[in-house]
């Protein structure tokens, strides 16, 4: 499955302990989604000029593009505790409502996967972070009553992958969105030498652009490639991490040059090679590589069509000529009729027809 994936989104319990350790702890530190920071830069110092709370911030974007870094960042620019749990982590309005009721005036509460919150604690959820209020339920039955609470103010940061699954009602109760783009290779680049930094690794230019190109516009994948590196120079080499020591490297773990992996591969070598270059629909295209369609559709394709090798239509996935090219194929001549209606100089096909007959 993903988890495993050397360029996979996703990081497991090992990963986030060295991630801590590599996370900016400041809005200045955080390199790249530049208008995200200039944005939430300017919602964080308009609340401390007002010396009031921030207004709830939803963050989206792929995994490991900074999502947690960013709540973190939140409640230390704030100068608040940061109260963590997630979406799966509620399963019963009761267990929000005990979260919510413990809150401090000023904390920060992050909900992660927010799409994945139960139905009765999303409601409860609408309420709080509106009106900071909640009515906790006591009892059972006809006898039950609703017993209103007041909540001291609070920050909710929800995070989530899949912005396009949250109700338009939660939706529109954060006071600022923050969608976040795969990074560019040149911001990689400079996480990258910040990473070396912290970890003592000897990472000269030409190793940090190597990393980076095949990086998928991840910060958490850039990390996790530099320690690959990192172990191969050591073990292999002198330490210093140069571009031909990271080549040769990343051959080693299958990350090719565009930094795809298996599973990238393997979606493509579907659509050109079973669906003749497509259009296909994702379910269709996600059983074809034995993985569930959330997985090609968050972690494979972003990437995919960011490089230009995935289009997505109305009628599906199609691969483009550069996929083609990529897995060494030649994609498929256009139809002669296409040929020709896409020259000018050519009589359309219908003219021709009736020359010859
Ligand atoms: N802008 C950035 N600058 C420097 N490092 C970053 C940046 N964004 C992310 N990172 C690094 O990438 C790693 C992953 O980031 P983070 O955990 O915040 O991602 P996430 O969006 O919360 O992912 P997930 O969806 O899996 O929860 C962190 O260890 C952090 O060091
Ligand atoms: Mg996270």
Redesign the pocket.
Known sequence: MSTDRLVG???DDEERAV?AA???TSLDE????DRVRDQLGLVLDAARARGKTADHVLLS?G????????AMIIAGEMGAPLRLTSGPAITHAGDLAAILSSLNEGEVLFL?EIHRLARPAEEMLYMAMEDFRVDVVVGKGPGATAIPLELPPFTLVG?T?RAGLLPAPLRDRFGFTAHMDLYEPAELEL?LR?SAGLLKVDLRPDGASTVARRSRGT??IA?RLLRRVRDFAEVRGTGVVTGPVASAALEIYEVDELGLDRLDRGVLTALVKLFGGGPVGLSTLAVAVGEEPETVEVVAEPFLVRAGLLARTPRGRIATPAAWHHLGLVPPAPAPVAVALARQDVPLPLDAADDGA
């Not at 955080?30 to 989604?33: E, L, N, R, W």
């Open positions: 989104g996703a990081a991630e590599l996370r900016p955080f390199i790249g989604q974007g995994p490991g593009l900074g999502k947690t870094t960013l992660d995070a992958t996480v910040r910060p958490r990390n």
